[in-house]
T-cell receptor, first 111, second 117 residues
Framework: QKEVEQNSGPLSVPEGAIASLNCTYS??????FFWYRQYSGKSPELIMS????GDKEDGRFTAQLNKASQYVSLLIRDSQPSDSATYLCAVKGPNAGKSTFGDGTTLTVKP | GAVVSQHPSWVICKSGTSVKIECRSLDFQATTMFWYRQFPKQSLMLMAT?????????EQGVEKDKFLINHASLTLSTLTVTSAHPEDSSFYIC?????????????FGPGTRLTVT
């Protein structure tokens, strides 16, 4: 079992819809959770970080964390074609020096 | 804030030569930097964790004598690919953590595309 698992996709949604990206993790002691966006040929860009259970909203993005279920998600409202990218989930435990990244979910937003 | 730069952005070298890639945190100090490699349409793969003033920690399967890492200051880490071969052609990306900020957020450089001929 991978430490951080994401559906590889591709996930395709129409423009204006809500895109829902999911991530599960195995280390129950994990405390820091991140979502990165990576456009093709570019490096990852941090878009959201979340540390406590519940929702965290930033513009069209909402991160949701449920530590009991070891589940973190990213919702993108009013999806735009420019949101088409690979989204990486990353998780860090309290004593780990590094974050563990999932393999990413590829999102395509169709005009 | 939290800007990480890499140099060069792309490099072409001949098989058997060595290539050095620089990673700099421009507006924060980073005691820890990370080096990743990514092949086309594949996942991000952590190669090593670079610690300022000490030896890097390499991931399993990564040859430390081939991928030399030096983290001599709080704003600079370098990765040297020694005796490069065509199979080393890849996208190399560094990342730094803004430790004083205390959020564990990692910021990525723009990457270096290495082609070995």
């Amino acid at each position: 079992q991978k430490e951080v698992e994401q559906n590889s996709g591709p996930l395709s949604v129409p423009e204006g819809a809500i895109a829902s990206l999911n991530c599960t993790y195995s280390d129950r002691g994990s405390q820091s959770f991140f979502w990165y966006r990576q456009y093709s040929g570019k490096s990852p860009e941090l878009i959201m970080s979340i540390y406590s259970n519940g929702d965290k909203e930033d513009g069209r993005f909402t991160a949701q964390l449920n530590k009991a279920s070891q589940y973190v998600s990213l919702l993108i409202r009013d999806s735009q074609p420019s949101d088409s990218a690979t989204y990486l989930c990353a998780v860090k435990g309290p004593n780990a020096g590094k974050s563990t990244f999932g393999d990413g979910t590829t999102l395509t937003v169709k005009p | 804030g939290a800007v990480v730069s890499q140099h060069p952005s792309w490099v072409i070298c001949k098989s058997g030569t060595s290539v050095k890639i620089e990673c700099r945190s421009l507006d924060f100090q980073a005691t820890t930097m990370f080096w990743y490699r990514q092949f086309p349409k594949q996942s991000l793969m952590l190669m090593a964790t670079s610690n300022e003033g000490s030896k890097a920690t390499y991931e399993q399967g990564v040859e430390k004598d081939k991928f030399l890492i030096n983290h001599a200051s709080l704003t600079l880490s370098t990765l040297t690919v020694t005796s490069a071969h065509p199979e080393d052609s890849s996208f190399y990306i560094c990342s730094a953590r803004d430790e004083p900020k205390g959020t564990n957020e990692q910021y990525f450089g723009p990457g270096t595309r290495l082609t070995v001929t």
